[in-house]
């Protein structure tokens, strides 16, 4: 059972990307959606047996490295983290694969895609089950190669493939960070298991490393390195840039991307590694300060996006901040929690999304649509769910989790803390405006769509909505039905030692106890920023327009996302090419071509074309060179002996 929820993914991967042809697409999408499903189900057993009956189990598959002193073995890991990991990747997962069989119907590589899907899901799988950092760093690297192949999917368009290339470009900054946290904890402790390392934390808090000439704390080093990967994986503030562009691959590519697989990666692995960073304040400090301004930025921006993906995704985006700062404040089991929620309902909204793109003929633009919800009600009712939970409405699960990490946050009595808590306030009260307005835009006021798009609006066939459905039950009830185990009196026994605190560390027992107002703010700022977006899109329409005609430099900077692509362009990417033009035109083609092998070969030419030129045919002209040559000979003999 433990083995086979890892591999069977794997398995239909292969079938699928192989076999193809032979099977056709209702065969690659059965083989896939039953390989996965079955993952799904099994996923339920282990949660129980692991969580709930307390039997985390280690299963030993073989021995992977063995270099002197290095013996790694293929280990797969099942505590609580694991087993909540598996709950969430496995089912979301399934209802993305059943799904795609309706999104993608009309798609000419269908077993292809099924079979990225299926591989992505067992990335995932080998990340959350590692039980060592090179065993996590393959899994980690197998999603962000699924990620490409997934956003490039669609590689006969340019926008496509500039998406993907940016996405493995992006993350091979933060990997080649997280690499080297990998090199630092193996020369630290001398492994790279998990065990060994957490034991040995206690001992090591003390050590000092030189690094880039500088002496700083061991623990603090690997620790941060480790962050800069998760800030690469999981679209932190500075490497988050590839994730909107993400967009570029199927809907439910983004799905899959953004609510169980890539961007959890990083908050999981920092989740994972909490006896490491419990043990460096520095390091938590930096990753609580990343995610408040992560939160707070992406938000700012989704309020003026237009492309209905690009609003949630820069959702995902503004959520991971929260599950960020939660952890830097060490109420990790809060934003583990939060994980779990936002994986419902940012499904359940990517879906939805595409349910409503795909009644609107391919169109994503929010402003070329409108008036579209009593021919979809059913997708309208769903993204009402989604976005209730995301914005944090009790009693739907995203009020439950989001508001439990901002409570935490306050609770930490620490400066960083309530800075990272007054900046998710502001974040919530602009998560609830931009998800209303997305909704107010999408389904109500007057059609902005074209006749022919409006005459063929039409709900979605059962098998994309069912999956929506099952998702929206996870959006309204899976807050409340996790709260006490996840975060409340519970969850000791839930977590056991999958998550480490330190004593002194007690935000989220704290968060149980904070004022009043600070607990009920959260909520009130979300009912607020509904009611805007309800008196700026339904009610005075040219409200919006006048504020970006009068405050025209603010739209500007948040329209084009803070700049962030512009100051790369110009820090990395035009000096690349300069530098680049430059090898290739001055020192690959004037130097090494020049004077290598293309100028021996055009001297050479020119000396054989001269020399051909003699070559006449005229006998006379032949003798009369002899003649020179004779000449020169006796010439050249009687200045030698003379």
Known sequence: MYTAIVFLPLLASIIAGFFGRAIGDKGAQFVTCAAVGLSALLSIPIFIEVVLNGHTTTVQLLTWISSGDAEETWALRFDALTAVMLVVVNWVSFMVHVYSIGYMHHDPSVPRFQSYLSFFTFAMLMLVTADNLVQMFFGWEGVGVASYLLIGFWYEKPSACAAAIKAFVVNRVGDFGFALGIFGIYVLFGTVNFDPIFAAVPSKASVVMHVFGLDANAVTVCCLLLFVGAMGKSAQLGLHTWLPDAMEGPTPVSALIHAATMVTAGVFMVARMSPLFEYSQVALNVVTVVGGLTAIFAATVGCVQNDIKRIIAYSTCSQLGYMF?????????????????????????????????????????IRRMGGIWKRIPLTCVLMYIGSIALAGVPPFSGYWSKDTILEAAWGSGTLIGQFAYVLGVAAAFLTAFYSWRLLILTFHGKPRADEHVMAHVHESPAVMTVPLMVLAAGAIFAGYVGHEDFVGEGMGRFWGKAIFLLDDHEALHNAHHVPTTISLLPTIVAVGGIALAYVMYLFAPALPRFLARHFGAIYRFLLNKWYFDELYDWLFIKPAFWLG????KGGDGAVIDGCGPDGVAAVTRDLARRASALQSGYLYHYAFAMLIGVAAFVTWYIVRVG
Do not use: R
């Open 581 to 584: 033009n430059g090898l290739w």
């Open 325 to 365: 700062f939660a952890i830097g404040v060490s109420a990790y089991q809060a934003g583990i929690f939060h994980l779990f929620t936002h994986a419902f309902f940012k499904a359940l909204l990517f879906l939805g999304a595409g349910s409503v793109i795909h009644a609107m003929s391919d169109e994503q633009d």
